[in-house]
């Protein structure tokens, strides 16, 4: 085997055959032919990815593998790492897009001569596109032929998959492979919260031209800027840096001038001398050694030198440095930046002089860490002619909001559950009064305040949201806890006509009973499994299937092209994790949602079986126990050992119906605990802010 060969794991090879890792350890144990491992270790070997792919290919294992998840295992198996690999293929992809002529000369030749000139005709579009390799700190440098030839088997396969995708989408999917394979080594900026800082910044009057992000991290909060002249980047991760501007080459066009630069922004500061419309920044949070002793003279801290433990408060200043006079900058910032006493006289001098223009709370789950809500500030540079606001704009979208069946979806309730577009409408909507001239009042009951900047010049100079806006439900007011009252008493009535009628007993059943997998090999029923797919539709997730609430979550909006399992009515679907009993029928309202992460759907034959009748007997404690399995931290239902008994359509039909009925009493069950729970936090809210008179 060639010293530089490329290897693949048994969980590699298994995506590539689109199998089981318990398939693969058969294959070697049953074939005396299997490739031998030629690398990892004893209990994780690793394997030649051209031997793994041409005995998959005799075995007729291969012939269906999309060529993007062969590319994928190059990339991932690649001898120097899955980094540098993407380094290359993102180059490579860069000339293709720059000069799409040249490539086919250019793989004509031998490994080692294509290596050779590839390397010359990188070294023109690199300094084309990112400047001449003396400038200090450029992010990527030009791949010797020595480097490149590991790659060269990669790099065709690449070309021939861009041909199809296109050079971007290309990237995308192997970088969006990476981050997700890594997910501890990368602190991601989510594609909607990008979006929404992104929007916030284009809001203004001025057009944002020319943008940077100090704290690039993998390009998404630059990649989200529509049509800008210029995007500054600096990363202080070396392969991060150069993957970023990569990524952003091949999203931007060549009149947008791009600068990407490698080294640590607090210290050594790589544009200086700049003056952005826009800032963009997702700073780390809660940094010790971000430069506490070695910067306490730095120009930058006009508004107050940051304590050590406040290494946000220099990423602000940072940022208000590189503004010219009015442009705007948004800075993703964790709750705490905004109370802790140690940055107080900061804060104070931000208000005073015009400085700080709006602290927006976001949901939990907006953004790493998912377990906290998150603030957005959005800065304007003070300009020399113009007077201090004497307001500050306070959002708050970190409240549970009501879900279209009449639940509230929790705060905590994760990424999957957020709605995004409600949240950008509830932040724009607030900031766009905000700064529009002779503007309304920019109050939303609950929601958002313009808050004089005296009222804050206090001790703490707390400018957390929640301190300072009265919750959504005392917002409300006595008419909305009326309203919750009314929607109770008539759920309670509905639930007591809904009450199951008194059982009849009998002795236990002995029926002849099949498994879901038999069924499906039968061709009774259809098993598919969600969590792939883009596009702009809804997402019914796993915590929808178990609260009865309507499709919450979305599908990213870039990546690969891959369709979505959409549900249909009369589909069954039920939860693999967490080993609770939970099937869901797909009703009219719920049709064309995509199928989220973690859930089963099992579409039935409607000649052969009930749906109503399947989703019942799915949910029976036994059934439920035979069917799940053990883990360390989690138990997994395999809904192919799920069992049903044999009977005739008539009378699953008429099980059916019964099923169907207990269904509507638990949904009306749920529901009348929510609203019994919202009408006791209001009562609690109104007696103590005097709402609420105790008559």
């Known amino acids: 085997m060639p010293e530089n060969s490329t290897e693949v794991t048994a969980a590699g090879i298994a995506r590539l055959a689109g199998v089981g890792r318990a398939a693969v350890s058969n294959w070697r144990r049953r074939h005396a032919d299997f490739p ?35 590319v994928w295992q190059q990339v991932a198996g690649h001898p120097a790492g899955a980094v540098p690999a993407l380094v290359h293929t993102g180059c490579a992809l860069l000339l293709l897009r720059t000069s799409p002529k040249t490539w086919p000369e250019i793989a004509a030749a031998p490994d080692e001569r294509m290596a050779d000139v590839l390397s010359l005709a990188l070294d023109k579009v690199l300094t084309a596109r990112f400047g001449p390799a003396a400038e200090g700190g450029r992010a990527v440098h030009t791949p010797s032929g020595t480097e490149l030839l590991p790659s060269v088997p990669l790099l065709r396969a690449v070309a021939e998959l861009a041909a199809g995708t296109g050079a971007g989408e290309t990237f995308e999917f192997l970088l969006g492979r990476q981050l997700d394979a890594n997910p501890r080594q990368y602190t991601l900026t989510p594609p909607e919260l990008a979006e929404l800082m992104a929007a916030l910044v284009e809001a203004g009057e001025r057009p944002a031209r020319a943008v940077l992000d100090p704290a690039a991290g993998t390009g998404a909060l630059l990649r989200a800027v529509a049509g800008p002249a210029a995007l500054y980047a600096q990363e202080t991760d070396p392969d991060l840096a150069a993957l970023t501007a990569l990524r952003l080459a091949l999203h931007t066009d060549t009149g947008c001038a791009l600068a990407a630069r490698t080294a640590d922004t607090l210290r050594a500061d790589a544009f200086p001398q700049l003056a952005a419309d826009a800032v963009l920044c997702h700073p780390p949070f809660n940094e010790r050694n971000w430069g506490h002793d070695e910067l306490a003279y730095d120009p930058r801290w006009e508004y107050g030198f940051p304590a050590r433990t406040e290494s946000e408060l220099a990423w602000v200043q940072h940022a208000l440095a590189h503004l010219r006079e009015g442009g705007t900058a948004v800075l993703l910032m964790p709750p705490a930046a905004a109370s802790r006493r140690s940055g107080r006289r900061i804060r104070a001098d931000l208000l005073r002089r015009g400085a700080l223009r709006a602290v927006i709370a976001l949901p939990a789950g907006a953004a790493p860490p998912y377990g906290i809500p998150l603030h957005l500030w959005v800065l304007r540079k003070p300009g020399s002619g113009t007077h201090p606001s004497p307001e500050l704009l306070l959002v708050d979208t970190a409240e549970p909001a009501e879900t279209p069946s009449g639940g509230q979806a929790s705060a905590a309730g994760g990424r999957d559950r957020l709605d995004w577009q409600a949240v950008h409408g509830a932040v724009l909507d607030a900031w766009q009064s905000f700064e529009s001239p002779g503007r309304p009042a920019a109050d939303r009951p609950g929601t ?59 002795d236990p059943a002995h029926w002849p009973l099949t498994t879901v997998g038999e069924l499906a090999r039968a061709g009774a029923l259809q098993l598919r499994t969600g969590g792939s797919g883009t596009g702009p539709g809804p997402v019914l997730t796993e915590h929808d299937v178990l609260g009865s609430t309507a499709p919450s979550g979305s599908l990213p909006a870039d990546g690969p092209s891959e369709e979505p399992v959409l549900v249909e009515p009369g589909d069954v679907v039920v939860p693999v994790l967490g080993g609770g009993s939970a099937a869901r029928v797909i009703d009219d309202a719920t049709a064309g949602a995509a199928l989220g992460r973690n859930l089963q759907l099992l579409r039935p034959d409607p000649a052969a079986l009930d749906p109503w009748f399947l989703a019942g007997f799915l949910r029976g404690t036994a059934n439920n126990r035979q069917a799940s399995s053990y883990a360390s931290t989690a138990t997994r239902l395999d809904a192919r050992r799920l069992q049903l008994p044999r009977l005739p359509l008539a009378e699953q039909q008429r099980y059916g119906e019964r099923f169907r009925a207990l269904a509507e009493f638990e949904d009306a069950l749920r529901l009348a605990g929510r609203l019994g729970g919202q009408l006791v936090q209001g009562m609690y809210d109104g007696l103590t802010d005097g709402t609420v008179a105790p008559k």
Do not use: C, Y
């Open 448 to 506: 958002g305040r313009a808050v004089p900047v005296i009222e804050l010049l206090d001790d703490d100079v707390d400018l957390a949201p929640a301190r300072h806006l009265p919750p959504p439900a005392a917002a409300g007011g006595p008419g909305e806890l009326i309203r919750v009252r009314e929607r109770l008493a008539e759920t309670l009535g509905r639930t007591g006509a809904l009450t199951p009628p008194a059982v009849t007993l009998s």
């Open 36 to 70: 031998k491992p030629v690398g990892g270790t004893e209990t994780s070997p690793s394997f030649a990815l051209s031997e793994v792919e041409r005995w998959l290919r005799d075995q007729g294992k291969l012939a269906e593998v999309p060529l993007r998840e062969r």
